[in-house]
Each structure stands twice: as structure tokens, then as C-alpha cells.
């Protein structure tokens, strides 16, 4: 583990950095830091070479810190901590030029996290081949609080501490398991799929930029050892999720299209506010019981076709959460509108009563 990561707080390294450049004896430094963040905008945005002036920069004043009165005779530690907190503020001043600055990086963000809402709806550990002994859904949920932290925080450092935090709590589970079971420690082929389902539960936002940004902008002496493998594991969930399909969660193709089907129509139900797209063309038009539906596309609606005798018990569980998230929704609808009615009617008789209190024009103008 990267002892200086965790070893040092987060915030007595940036500030005490900041406080010391305070002091007058470090305008050269301002300077130089200065200079660099107005250079940044004389080049048009590019990942691969913004990365590259940002780790060159940051070797260069970390050499020249090491030689700086202000570091006279410091510890390797206090020179480490020092270059932490020029990392943090300088990419907290590039972050809005940095982070998922392309539309590819937006595309695949989005991308990612939709596929993820679906996912969420029938993906259960077994799935993934996780033995029923390292399955803990209770522990896990620190794991997933962690992970969906990391959009909170700007410096690459904070973000890659939020990835180690979330690994950390399933390598401690695996741990306490194997020496409960008195087995043998569990390796990657444990550790991966347990992190892919806790990135499934968590769906971090923007992931995609999030994994790029650590890659790029983090100091590469600090992406070694630990902090490397837990990266590395994040970005083969990251991967393992945009190519998933039926053979990925042991699954039919036909049985995994299903199940994402009816995800996608979960999540239409789910939202009351969402207002479909109208079709380009007359929607299909179907006969049931002797009576015309019309339809936006069958595949929105994957029972609509289908009869009772046809439906498995996974099916039935599903229409039967399909049926009370309507219900929900449309019983929190109906209170919505019952109030909004209710408010006006109390407003259409307050300006009664003012109209009545208030005298006209033409009665003041008789008075005088």
C-alpha cells in the first residue's frame, strides 16, 4: 500500500503546502505554478499531451523543492507531502479543461451508466460465479458507498483513495472469510467478480472519465504496487460491463436480451416524469380480446403478447414489481394533483375575497 496516501491527511498536506507558499520566501514557486496554469491555455485540449505537461511539471518542481530553502534538510515525507499538494491544486485549477474533455469520454459515461440502471434490475452474485461462502450483499454495501464517493472530490489522489477505499473493504471480507474457513487467501479470480458486482450496485458516475483522469493526471511514481492493482481491477470491471452479454453471466443470449428488455421497461414505469418519444410512423396496431392496442414498438412492452399459461414464476415476480412500482408511482401522482388542486382552489378563493375587500376604481374616483 502507498504509505504516504493514507498515512498523511488529506487536508493538513494540501493546506500546510499552501501556508508555506505564503511566505515570502516562496514567490519563485508562486511563480513558477502561476506560469504553468497560463501556459495550459495556450494549447488546444488533449488528454495524452495535458497529461504529459502536467506529470513533467510536477517532476520538475518536485526537483526543485528538494533544493528549496523552504525544504532545507525536510524529510523525504514533507518533500512528498509538499508535491500531494501542488498535484491537488493544480489539477483542481485544470479540472474543468481535464476531466472527460472530450464528447467520446461524455458518450461513453453515459453509455456505461445506462447499461449499469439495467443491469442493476436481475444481476445477482451468482451471476458473476461468486461462491455462496464470499457472498456478504450487508458488507458489501461499504464497499459501494465508498466507490460512489469519488465524484466528490477533484484531485486525482482523493478519487484514486476513494477506488482503494472500495477494494480495501472487499479484500478485508475475502480475508475474514478465508481465515474463518481457515483456507487459503482468496486471489483475483475471487476479487474481480466481487468488484463488478459492487460497481454494478454503486453505478459511480462518470466512470469511464473518472478511471481516465486517475490514469492520466495522478503522479505515475504513485501508480504502483497496490494503488496500481486495485486500477487496474476497476478498469477490467469498467471493461467487463461495456461487453457484457448472456455468456458473460452464465445466461442464454435469449434469456439476458429478455432480462435487459424488461429492465428497460422497468425503468420507463419507474419514472413518472419521463414523456416517451413520439414515433416517427404510425405505431403498430395489435388485436387482443377483440380490441385495437396500439403500440409504439412490441419490444417496449415485452408481456403485451405473451399469455398467462406462457409466463415463468421469474416473470410473474417481475410483473408482480412492475405492478406495485406503478401502483406507487401512481398513488404519489394522484396525492400530487389531489394537493395541486386543493392549492388552487385555496387561491382561486383568497383573490375572491381580496376583489371583494379591495374597492374598484370607479368607487374611489365617485368618493372624490
Request: proline fraction near 5%; glycine fraction near 4%; charged fraction near 25%.
Amino acid at each position: 500500500m502507498d504509505a504516504s496516501a493514507a498515512a498523511t491527511p488529506l487536508h493538513l498536506d494540501f493546506y500546510g503546502f499552501l501556508n508555506r507558499l505564503r511566505r515570502p520566501g516562496a514567490a519563485d514557486l508562486v511563480g513558477a505554478v502561476k506560469s504553468f496554469l497560463v501556459s495550459f491555455s495556450l494549447y488546444a485540449p488533449d488528454a495524452e499531451s495535458d497529461s504529459r505537461r502536467v506529470q513533467d511539471f510536477l517532476l520538475t518542481m518536485e526537483r526543485t523543492i528538494k533544493q528549496h530553502p523552504l525544504w532545507a534538510n525536510a524529510p523525504d515525507e514533507e518533500i512528498d507531502s509538499a508535491i500531494e499538494g501542488l498535484e491537488k491544486y493544480v489539477m483542481t485549477k485544470l479540472f474543468d479543461r481535464t476531466f472527460g474533455s472530450s464528447t467520446e469520454d461524455a458518450k461513453l459515461d453515459v453509455e456505461i451508466s445506462e447499461k449499469i440502471r439495467l443491469l442493476q434490475h436481475f444481476v445477482k452474485p451468482d451471476h458473476l460465479d461468486v461462491p455462496i461462502d464470499l457472498q456478504n450483499e450487508a458488507s458489501w454495501l461499504f464497499a459501494v458507498k465508498e466507490l460512489q464517493k469519488i465524484n466528490a472530490f477533484k484531485a486525482p489522489r482523493e478519487k484514486l483513495l476513494c477506488i482503494m477505499n472500495c477494494c480495501q473493504v472487499i479484500n478485508n471480507l475475502l480475508l475474514n472469510v478465508s481465515m474463518t474457513t481457515n483456507s487459503a487467501p482468496a486471489g483475483a479470480d475471487e476479487f474481480l467478480p466481487i468488484l463488478i458486482y459492487v460497481t454494478i450496485k454503486a453505478n459511480p458516475p462518470q466512470l469511464h472519465s473518472n478511471l481516465k483522469y486517475v490514469q492520466l493526471f495522478r503522479r505515475r511514481e504513485k501508480l504502483v504496487s497496490e494503488m496500481e492493482y486495485y486500477l487496474t481491477n476497476l478498469f477490467s470491471a469498467e471493461m467487463f460491463i461495456t461487453n457484457i452479454n448472456g455468456s458473460s453471466l452464465s445466461m442464454k443470449e435469449s434469456e439476458f436480451q429478455k432480462s435487459m428488455q424488461a429492465a428497460r421497461f422497468a425503468n420507463e414505469v419507474g419514472d413518472p416524469y419521463s414523456v416517451p418519444e413520439l414515433a416517427k410512423v404510425d405505431p403498430p396496431i395489435m388485436t387482443r380480446h377483440g380490441k385495437e392496442i396500439h403500440l409504439g414498438g412490441s419490444n417496449k412492452y415485452p408481456f403485451m403478447e405473451r399469455d398467462a399459461e406462457d409466463l415463468t414464476r421469474e416473470d410473474v415476480k417481475m410483473l408482480l414489481g412492475l405492478y406495485k412500482q406503478l401502483v406507487t408511482k401512481y398513488t404519489r401522482l394522484s396525492e400530487a394533483l389531489r394537493r395541486h388542486s386543493l392549492d388552487e382552489d385555496l387561491l382561486i378563493h383568497t383573490a375572491r375575497d381580496l376583489t371583494r375587500r379591495v374597492p374598484s376604481k370607479s368607487i374611489v374616483k365617485d368618493k372624490k
